[in-house]
């Protein structure tokens, strides 16, 4: 089994930046996905972005691309959300997931993920 242990979240002022980290303990293999969500009280969820271990292949929803970048270090099992240019609308609880598969359909893989970090609280002061 994976466990997954996300941290990182804050308070920042708009425009600022946050990195968050998801480590993965236990029977970690090479090849898995790890991507990650978000959820605000007062809008749908979103699948943000997602890697591959492998080829480090990665998908990005559109309103993040350029200001959220995903990177991973196999090494330390540890994948990493760089978070730039952070507006209010950026508020949420940020959940790491692991997944077998990384593509556009990443929020519709939502149900079949196989193993879930504690959520993260990302709060951008306006």
């Known amino acids: 089994d994976v466990q997954l242990q996300a941290s990182g979240g804050g308070l920042v002022q708009a425009g600022g930046s946050l990195r968050l980290s998801c480590a993965a303990s236990g029977s970690t293999d090479d090849d898995y996905v790890i991507g990650w969500f978000r959820q605000a009280p007062t809008r749908a969820r979103e699948g943000l972005l997602c890697?591959?271990?492998?080829?480090?292949?990665?998908y990005y929803l559109d309103s993040v691309k350029g200001r959220f970048t995903i990177s991973r270090d196999n090494a330390k099992n540890t994948v990493y959300l760089q978070m730039n240019s952070l507006s209010a609308e950026d508020t949420a609880v940020y959940y790491c997931?692991?997944?077998?598969?990384?593509?556009?359909?990443?929020?519709?893989?939502?149900?079949?993920?196989?193993?879930w970090g504690q959520g993260t609280q990302v709060t951008v002061s306006s």
């Open positions: 997931a692991r997944s077998g598969r990384c593509g556009s359909a990443w929020n519709s893989f939502y149900y079949g993920m196989h193993s």
């Open positions: 890697i591959s271990s492998s080829e480090g292949s990665t």
